[in-house]
Structures are given as C-alpha cells and as structure tokens.
C-alpha cells in the first residue's frame, strides 16, 4: 500500500509541476493589491477544490478502497484580476473507504504541490437507482493556506453514474463556499462566497481493479478540466 500512495504523490507532483509554470502561492503575492478582486480568486480556489468531489456514483465496497492521485486545471475567471496564468493548476491524491455500520463512505483528500496546501475530508451517501443508474450524495471540509492567504472550503455535490462494459459515464451538480482571508499582506481582508458546479465526466477501467478518469467542469465564472488514475478494491 505504501508503495502505491508514494507511485500516486510521485505522479501528481510531476504532471502538476509540468504544466504549472508559476507557483500559486508566488503569482498571489506579485499580483494581489488591496482593489484587486478577492471574490473572483476565491470562487476560482473553490473549484480547484470542489472538482474533485466525485469521479462515480457508485460507492466503494467493504472491505474495499479507493485510492488514487488526481491533476486539476482550472481557467481563471476573466474578473480574477490576481492571477497572472491562464489557469490554477494543481494535484489532489484521495482515499475511500466505506463503513457498513452507518451505510456511509468516508474520504479523505490533500495536497501540498505548487504552492498550495489542502487536507480535507468527507462523507457520501450512495444507492442504486432502479438497478440502472448509481447515485451519490456526499459533502466536504477542506482547510487549504498558501504562505499568503488561508481558505476554509465547504462543498455539497450529487452524482450519477451507469456502467457499460469497461466505461462509467458520469454527470454531477455541486455547490462550492469558501472563506478566504489573505494574511502577511499589506492589506488584509476576507471574503465569503459561493458558486454552482456542473460535471461532466468518463471513467474507464481498462483492467479490474484498476481506473482512469477525465472530466469537465462548469461554473458561471470559470471552467476545470480533471483527470486521474486509481485502484479500487
């Protein structure tokens, strides 16, 4: 097991570091002035985060896991005036497992790669829709700072998904809420807000117990793109 949470760190630390060219943290502080817009960077965080809610509706089994490494992009907002790169990039590994004693699944994910740090946790609730279809609801807490602003990060979200051979198509609805407060600035200030998220998305297991997955990401005020690999078992 150890060697295949450090083979997923290692994976989303070198696709992120690929594609990043700037460092979240650093293209902060170079670009945020006490007028800049503080909302519009929050809502882009918030989806950093929240796109990672759900890559199925279908709920990991007992004894079983879900454990796998993600890579995350997401297009600044055109009022996010902060941000100097055309998208927040980042990596995000998850584990899950379910509990039969309550019916639930708990999860838990992180991140410590370009310049952002986020460790954060779950619950989701799944069942089978007439035999066709799985559903899940689920909500999580994330804390997540860089070394120039702290953020508290609330997310509901509902999937469905439905298999087809090797393929598991996906389409979910979430709600994203942040907190955001900028520290050892010169000006600092907070703002709170929130945005509705749409998912569209695929997940393919090409051999048991293994799967990747990509997917697209809508808001009013920004899009993500998210793939991933995993082992569920």
Not at 22 to 37: E, K, L, P, V
Not at 174 to 203: E, H, I, Q, W
Request: glycine share 12%; charged share 15%.
């Amino acid at each position: 097991m150890k060697n295949w949470l450090f083979t997923f760190c290692s994976l989303v630390v070198f696709v992120t570091g690929a594609f990043a060219s700037q460092n979240i943290a650093d293209d902060f502080r170079d670009h945020y002035t006490a007028g800049s817009n503080l909302s519009a960077y929050n809502k882009d965080i918030n989806t950093l985060i929240g796109i990672n809610d759900f890559h199925t509706g279908k709920a990991t089994s007992f004894p079983g896991f879900d454990v796998g490494g993600s890579f995350g992009a997401v297009k600044v907002s055109k009022d996010n005036d902060i941000s100097s790169e055309d998208y927040l990039i980042t990596g995000f590994v998850t584990a899950e497992t379910y509990i039969p004693v309550v019916g639930i699944s708990a999860a838990l994910r992180g991140t410590a790669v370009n310049g952002f740090e986020s460790i954060g946790a779950g619950i989701k609730y799944s069942y089978d829709f007439l035999e066709v279809a799985d559903l899940t609801l689920s909500g999580f807490y994330d804390r997540a700072q860089t070394d120039w602003y702290t953020t508290d990060h609330y997310s509901v979200s509902a999937v469905a998904s439905a298999s087809v051979v090797f393929l598991t198509p996906y389409v979910g609805i979430g709600y994203d809420y942040g907190d955001f407060s900028t520290r050892k600035m010169t000006a600092n200030r907070d703002t709170s807000d929130g945005a509705v998220r749409y998912t569209a998305g695929l997940r393919v297991s090409p051999f048991p117990f293994v799967y990747v997955f990509g997917a697209y990401t809508k808001t009013a005020g920004n899009q993500g793109f998210q793939g991933g690999l995993g082992f569920n078992f």
